[in-house]
């Protein structure tokens, strides 16, 4: 038991130094993770859904242009709506959210939220 708690603090640790990874590093089909191309065509399918507007700001982030102010405010609303709809279009292509539990528990961010978010998704 103490070799247990030792090892989560230990892992906690190194996450609080580090930073956990991305929970996209935790979607897993055929134990591979998925790639950056089906990412970022799930991403444009997911704000373009949402509208014009969502997929023009999309585009403009992701083409390293600057954002005003105001885009900005604007994209965060958007990746509220677009995120729920990005973790659906992963799971369809056959990915599923696998975070170990070390990862559920860090402290370094909102990794308990996502992983209880993405339960849905594990099997």
Same mark, same amino acid.
């Given at each position: 038991m103490k070799v247990l708690f030792f090892?989560? !603090?230990l892992l906690n640790g190194c996450y609080l130094a /580090? *930073? @956990?990874p991305s929970s996209v590093n935790f979607w897993i089909k055929n134990n591979k993770k998925i790639s950056v191309e089906e990412i970022r065509n799930c =991403? +444009? #399918?997911a704000y373009s @859904?949402? *509208? =014009?507007r969502s997929l023009?700001?999309? /585009?403009k982030f992701r083409g390293d242009e600057r954002l005003t102010n105001n885009e900005h #405010?604007? +994209? @965060?609303g958007y990746i509220k709506q677009a995120t729920p709809l990005v973790r659906q279009c992963y799971y369809?292509?056959?990915y599923r !959210? #696998?975070?170990?539990l070390y990862w559920c528990l860090a402290q370094d961010g909102d990794n308990t939220r996502t992983c209880t978010e993405n339960m849905k998704y594990r099997n």
């Open positions: 090892l989560i !603090f /580090n *930073g @956990s =991403e +444009r #399918k @859904s949402i *509208g =014009e023009l700001l999309y /585009n #405010k604007q +994209r @965060s369809e292509l056959g !959210f #696998k975070a170990p």
